[in-house]
């Protein structure tokens, strides 16, 4: 079957995916080895002309997709990074409607012009602001032009080992840069496109009528369901709704511009339109939901395969659900090709692909199910089985009750948009009747809301499962191929080789159990980096886990942001870690030990270990959590050893005849580990008093890897205790552009001057040591991965 939008995606797509690993000075050299490369083929070893003209064609479009994706990256990039690293007054156009999250709204600038030398000049791209809301400040929406005053900063790369690559994220959107800004100022107004302003002017009416009219639990549902809007949701319940595998009900593809599109259909039929007024208002009306849903991939990629399938009836043709499939695909790459590395593109096409390729061959294993179960079943289960690795990949979960919950799930989210949408638009004409038919979509989301939080609790709702690599993902969808026989299904292939799929399916899947058990692995030192503060995974070759630190918030910190569940959860969950077998905290203060609780709330821990008490909330809830839990606890102190899978460890500090004359920091348990001949010595905070008192004893305390205590602050890493040490490396934990200008020069110097090899947090990310025998390799986590982003 003839689906040129199939060929060219496939091309193209393999040509962004080059240009995002490719250095700029090789773009040109590779477009004109491939040119070369495609003459000689198709002149010479190719004969048969068809063949000779995809070979040339594929190299081509190959070649179009290296050098467009690079253009529109620079094109995206605009010139508003030149000007990032100090302090910018800027002037630019809301051109979103904004995100509203607690006492912060976050709008996506387009920038027109930077002050320079006390003169504006032109600058493009755009910026993420972010701005504190108060009783003083106004909310500015889509078309307002503003100026705003703060340090512009790059967006953060990735920083922790199978992290989120923030600036990547961003870059997709377009946005090169980001700032908060407390001085925001409306100057005037532009023009603005009138449909996409009627677009978010009715996105903005909806989410304030849910928030008006439902409750305050359930209003972020709605407009999750409807608009696609996560932002509000309560963690909780986006955690549930993750784990049975229903994330999908709130955002916007598919499924809800098929419920859309059905009501439209059910509209125009009652109305009885003709067959050209009928597809004009259906799209018009799947476009002004797309735009008001964020244009996102998934709901893009929806909208123009419905509007495919709507033509294609139009005018009496047969439509390909593969090549529309693409031919989305192509639109979005062209709009912009980093679309190509979104997470919801992604997901999205991994779906659909899934149920075009899968739908036909599950159903028929399913004869013996009631026919009323048997589709619903056939197509979740084949949307999950396409979308299963890239939810390992990014999420590190797999549901395992998805199929059935979504069962049930599903039919009320459909109801639930229908009757939220027909609310809200009533409720924008007529308010006291819009506000009396909302209580219809409370209904249908408290029963979803029962539903998956009940799902969710399960034994085996969701499953752990580490970071798998992109060989291991290859390997997958090559086993579905064989199983399936896709490339039959997909035109590709004619032949179906019964007798040799079996054994190389059977192949397949053990080298897949095998890689995925990662029985090569070697001993492991990460220090995680949690901004401005203190985490360090250690994790052996037989799989022992030991958490010293977890970071954390300060005090006056009031968001919703937890390090322990944001940052620490997910790197374990990442490497497969789904027990620890022990946690330590070093001592109780906020950046090093306001994370662990929730570690600990979480994640089954074997033992925790800790130094001196104290008498502060987080050494209250660390003991309460460990009773609830029944968490052995353990109290050590100088002079103590233990042993974890050949890691043997010496507790140096605290010292219990000294720990009521000292302060928090230089109560911190002070630990050296020997693996291997190789050596750390773990800090916590500790200060120049204990310290001199360690350099004064006849403890060992010299070691490979340093942990500079305390951030690198000055009152700590005294010239005596680096002479001791003797280290060859050290690690200085800090956060980036922190208050307290961490690590300090003083210390940096002294590192110097004893030919200390220094690695930092805040501009390496994490920094893992991992060692093999006699063999140390260590990584640094910034700056891996594509080179344009």
């Known amino acids: 079957m003839h689906r040129p939008f199939q060929f060219f995606v496939t091309y193209f797509s393999i040509g962004i995916i080059a240009a995002a690993y490719m250095e700029k000075i090789n773009i040109i050299i590779i477009a004109t080895v491939a040119i070369v490369l495609a003459l000689i083929v198709s002149l010479t070893i190719v004969q048969n002309k068809n063949n000779r003209r995809k070979v040339l064609s594929g190299i081509l479009i190959f070649v179009i997709g290296i050098c467009y994706c690079n253009f529109r990256v620079l094109a995206s990039k605009g010139t508003i990074a030149e000007f990032t690293g100090s302090q910018q007054i800027v002037i630019g156009t809301v051109n979103d409607t904004p995100t509203i999250k607690g006492d912060r709204a976050i709008y996506n600038v387009k920038v027109s012009s930077v002050l320079q030398n006390r003169k504006y000049i032109p600058a493009s791209g755009k910026i993420r602001l972010s701005t504190i809301i108060n009783q003083d400040k106004s909310i500015y929406n889509y078309g307002d032009i503003i100026k705003f005053s703060g340090k512009l900063k790059l967006p953060q790369q990735r ?20 700032m908060f800004s407390d001085k925001v100022e409306k100057i005037s107004e532009a023009r603005k496109n009138p449909f996409m302003a009627a677009a978010f002017s009715l996105r903005q009416h909806l989410t304030a009528f849910y928030s008006l009219h439902l409750p305050e639990d359930i209003s972020p549902i709605m407009t999750g369901i409807t608009l696609g809007i996560k932002d509000e949701i309560p963690k909780d319940t986006m955690k549930a709704v993750k784990n049975v595998g229903a994330a999908h009900i709130l955002a916007v593809s598919g499924l809800h511009a098929g419920i859309v599109y059905g009501a439209l259909e059910f509209l125009t039929y009652k109305l009885k339109l003709p067959p050209v007024i009928s597809f004009m208002s259906k799209t018009g009306a799947l476009i002004f939901y797309s735009a008001m849903a964020g244009l996102s991939p998934s709901a893009v990629r929806a909208a123009i395969m419905i509007i495919t399938l709507m033509f294609s009836k139009l005018v009496g043709r047969k439509n390909d659900s593969i090549n529309t499939l693409c031919l989305s695909a192509t639109v979005l790459l062209i709009i912009n090709p980093l679309n190509l590395f979104s997470i919801s593109f992604q997901l999205s096409y991994a ?52 199929s059935i919950a979504n069962l049930l799930v599903v039919p009320l989210a459909s109801a639930a948009l229908i009757t939220g949408l027909v609310s809200g638009i009533t409720g924008l004409l007529f308010p006291a009747v819009g506000a009396f038919f909302i209580k219809v979509p409370y209904v249908l989301l408290k029963l979803i809301e029962k539903i998956v939080m009940t799902a969710s609790k399960f034994p085996f709702a969701s499953v752990i499962i580490s970071t798998p690599s992109p060989l291991i993902i290859a390997l997958y969808f090559l086993l579905l191929l064989l199983l399936f026989d896709i490339l039959q299904i997909a035109g590709i292939s004619e032949k179906n080789n019964v007798k040799w799929k079996k054994p190389i399916a059977l192949i397949l899947f053990v080298i897949i159990a095998i890689f995925s058990a990662g029985p090569f692995k070697s001993f492991e030192v990460t220090f995680v980096d949690v901004g401005q503060g203190d985490c360090i995974l250690i994790k052996t070759r037989g799989n022992k886990t030991i958490l010293i630190d977890g970071g954390g918030a300060p005090p006056y910190y009031e968001g919703d942001f937890d390090t322990g569940e944001d940052i620490v959860i997910p790197l374990l969950y990442s490497k497969g870690i789904k027990e620890i077998d022990l946690v330590i905290f070093s001592h109780f203060d906020d950046d090093h030990a306001k994370g662990l609780l929730s570690v600990l709330d979480s994640v089954n821990v074997g033992a925790i270990m800790y130094g001196a008490p104290e008498d502060v909330d987080i050494y209250n809830e660390m003991i309460e959590i460990a009773r609830k839990r029944g968490i ?4 050590v102190q100088r002079g103590d050893r233990f042993s974890v899978d050949g890691a043997h460890f010496k507790v140096l500090n605290p010292d219990p005849l000294a720990q009521g004359s000292q302060s928090s920091n230089d109560n911190s348990v002070v630990l050296k580990m020997k693996y291997n001949d190789i050596s750390f010595l ?32 000055r009152s700590s890493t005294s010239k005596e205790f680096l002479e001791k040490v003797q280290p060859a490396c050290a690690v200085i934990s800090v956060g980036e552009d922190n208050n307290f200008g961490h690590p ?46």
């Open 159 to 178: 920083r922790n080992p199978n992290g989120i690559d923030y600036r990547a994220y961003l870059l997709q959107k377009g946005i090169g840069a980001k």
């Open 351 to 402: 779906a659909v692909s899934g149920i075009v390729v899968l739908f036909e061959k599950l159903r028929a294993l399913f004869d013996k199910i009631p026919a009323f179960l048997k589709d619903p079943l056939a197509v979740m289960i084949s949307a999950q089985l396409a979308v299963a690795p890239f939810a390992a990949y990014y999420f590190n979960s797999i549901s395992l009750t998805g």
């Open 632 to 635: 052995k606890t353990l109290k």
């Open 682 to 713: 773990f800090t916590g905070d500790l200060e120049y008093q204990v310290e001199r008192e360690l350099v004064a004893s006849r403890l060992d305390i010299k070691a490979d890897v340093l942990k500079v205590g305390h951030h690198g602050s």
């Open 744 to 789: 300090t020069p003083e210390v940096l110097n002294r590192l110097d001057e004893n030919n200390v090899r220094i690695f930092r947090t805040d501009s390496s990310g994490a920094i893992i040591f991992k060692i093999s025998g006699q063999n140390v390799k260590i990584y640094k986590t910034i700056n891996e991965g594509p080179k344009f982003l």
